[in-house]
Nanobody, 116 residues
Framework: QVQLVESGGGLVQPGGSLRLSCAAS????????VGWYRQGPRNQRELVAA???????YYVNSVKGRFTISKDNARNTFYLQMDSLKPEDTAVYYC??????????WGQGTQVTVSS
């Protein structure tokens, strides 16, 4: 059974940083594409950053230069480092792993709130 367990969300002031983690079990992250999505209270879920199974990381324009996605295959965990956070980054963040371009697995979601 595949499980993705997120951690690292919370409340942070504008300009601050957070690091989200997504620990996987039942699936080898070295062989799949991984990504972080977010969903605000009035928004659709959007892709924030991703590491494809091959190729370079992807970032949505609004987070380029501020967020960094990375993966530690030895720990079977991937991360989203978020710097220079803005109030508009406030959302529930979800990690996702995609196997063979078809089957998708999701974490439970973690709340990130950027507010003074």
């Amino acid at each position: 059974q595949v499980q993705l367990v997120e951690s690292g969300g919370g409340l942070v002031q504008p300009g601050g940083s957070l690091r989200l983690s997504c620990a996987a079990s039942g699936i080898a992250l070295s062989r799949v594409a991984v990504g972080w999505y977010r969903q605000g209270p009035r928004n659709q879920r959007e892709l924030v950053a991703a590491i494809p199974s091959s190729g370079r990381p992807y970032y949505v324009n609004s987070v380029k230069g501020r967020f960094t996605i990375s993966k530690d295959n030895a720990r079977n965990t991937f991360y989203l480092q978020m710097d220079s956070l803005k109030p508009e980054d406030t959302a529930v963040y979800y990690c996702e792993a995609e196997q063979n371009g078809a089957t998708r697995f999701w974490g439970q979601g973690t709340q990130v709130t950027v507010s003074s």
